[in-house]
């Protein structure tokens, strides 16, 4: 193999090297705002819930209508 075809291979190998490694950071990004959307999701779940759910005893159950 001549110097231009070892020159070659070194610079393939290292393109495939540097696109596998942006491939794996996009993906730990990707990864990272999934979980991101996840938690806002169940955040807003368990804000709904506590916003719907029954009041504690003793509020709520009665009105004074005499006014």
Do not use: C, F, H
């Amino acid at each position: 193999m001549d110097s231009a075809g070892i020159a070659s291979t070194y610079a393939a190998t290292s393109r495939a090297q540097t696109q596998q490694a942006l491939q794996s950071e996009m993906l730990k990004i990707a990864a990272q705002q999934d979980a991101n959307l996840v938690a806002l999701l169940q955040e807003g779940a368990a804000s709904l819930e506590a916003a719907t759910s029954a009041p504690p005893p003793g509020l709520g159950t009665q009105v004074d209508v005499t006014a």
